[in-house]
């Protein structure tokens, strides 16, 4: 499995001059920000999860697929107007509004053939057909754009400055912004609004919903598009950070955010972006210390099991997560 | 009119006869790459077995079972072969990776007790990534694992010094390794089924099923509901150890590959496909999510020579298409698994 997230972690120079102390500052400073603008993407793909979750209580397995998906189809668009001379802001702002819509589609669609149909059935029931969604749809990618990493055309200036001795590049910047945006609308939408009001209604209790005239089934389906649509921003963005993206993709990134998504609570919205902010911010600073920690007997290869070993631990001590309430023995 | 008793005699003597041809007939007709597969899924069976323990009687979801087959595996690997010089027998290895997987077992189990449902999935799945990225990287500083190359040129399995690979002559005909193989790792799937059966007969298989319906009610029956998953995960874990073990010296190689996420996804989607806590539905499980896929391999590609006159799509990746789409039809046509245990299927239905 090709780790495609390991080798871009690695700590970047720091600018020369000053101390060893400040220098050693300046490290930490950048891995705290390598960190956060990882981790604003697992939040994004971790919303997902957790929304999916809090509303029929199934992990939605295929969900990281999504996201692939998202990328893909928006390098698909990239790459051909890339030298149609329109501006990069405007074709990344096209592709997104693609990828944005076939996920859209896509999370629909999973939801009616996949789950709808399961509803009440065995508990392991829908994870098995989410299995099977994923290889499907991971299998269709590779058919579609074939096993070889895209490189995402640079659409946006290149820039980068120097914050507090940290590098900075525009990009991360843009990329921390749309996240802490998006998450602010969702949450806006999920706590203002009468579709959120049905939302959360239909997540505390489906049949009550039902009774009290909520339509649970275009609720949940909207729940669906919405964290595809997430899911698809995400794509764009992580594809954009790294600079490529591959049908494989989905997989470890799915993984990590649903992680995230445990780690702050599964089934809540806050606890999803606090548990992606600090697994990508845990990723950062251990794999960059991991080696000083254990007198260099543990390398950076080991930066998966300190994310995991994290959330181990947290859940030993807070069975429900971070931020996740305390549900009664019989839930 | 047969009674009862002879009718079950004579039932356990035609899977006997099958299961003693079953390499014969699938060798002499399809070829010996096919009774390599008839291997792989008895191992699969031993698995799915053992994970079924854990799934299907004791209602904990585990996504990292493949850590102990990885353990088993391993332990094989580094008690016999050149890697450390050491060449320990068969009988003396297999015991004990039972027992190091089922400590592993308690491992993973101890500290995820309080855990319920989809969070002790996510922690299992990250227990399998753990021990997986600990075989990757435990090459330096001291050379352990020997990391991502793997360790090969594994001892054989032998039994009293003879090596099955080579194939044993009797009455002047040779059965080939392969199909002494099979046999050994039938025989030990026979044990395990009976140790399971067992198992779900007794005390403590009543207690995990207790355990699966309702845990507060268990407690309160005053099961001790701590010792009792523990022991579910021991157990689960030490089939997988014996599994691994024999994986290892029957490809006489191993690397970390081996032992990713997809493959513990594959034996739960053994267990659930047949049928959660019905030992037979389990077996067949295996047995069709082992051979699926070969056949989708050997097929694939002539299919579409015949359908369109050439080959359109890569046949490794419509294999996999075709899996998933047949994970996804199974489950939404047969929920409960191909083949549910008739008894929980009359409580379901009683409930409803």
Redesign the interface.
Known sequence: MPFFFSSSLAPQAAPSGGGVYHRAVDILLQQIFNGLTLGSIYALVALGYTMVYGIMGLINFAHGEVVMVGALSAVAVMKPLADSGLPGPVILLIALLVAVVVCMCLGFSIERIAYRPLRGAPRLAPLITAIGVSIVLQQLAMLAWGRNYHAVPTLLPAGSHEVFGAQVTELQVIILVVAAVTMAGLMLLVNRTRLGRAMRATAENPAIAGLMGVDVNRIIATTFVIGSALAALAGVLVSANYGIAHYHMGFMLGLKAFTAAVLGGIGNLPGAMLGGVLLGLIEALGAGYIGDLTGGFLGSHYQDVFAFFVLIVVLVFRPSGLMGEKVSERA | MMDARRKANLGALLIAAALVLAPVVVGMSFGNAWVRILDFAVLYVMLALGLNIV?GFAGL?DLGYIAFYAVGAYLYALLASPHFGLHWPIWAILPLGALVAGLFGVLLGA??L??????L???T???G??IR??L??LN??INITNGPKGIARIDSLAIAGKPLAKGIEVFGFTIPGLYLYYYLFVALALGIVFVTIRLQDSRIGRAWVAIRED??AAKACGIDTRNVKLLAFAMGASFGGVAGGLFAGFQEFVSPESF??MES?MV??MV??GG?GHIPGVIFGGVLLAVLPEVFRHTAAPMQQWAFGKVV??PE??R??L??????A???YR??GLWPDPRHRRELAARR
């Open positions: 799934v979801l500290p995820t309080r855990l319920r449902g989809d969070y999935a996510i922690v799945l990250g227990f990534e753990i990225i600990f990757n990287n330096a500083p845990e507060v990713g996420l996804i739960l989607c659930v496909i959660m799509l890569d990746s419509l996999m298409l899996f998933g789409i047949a994970l996804i199974v489950m939404l929920p409960a």
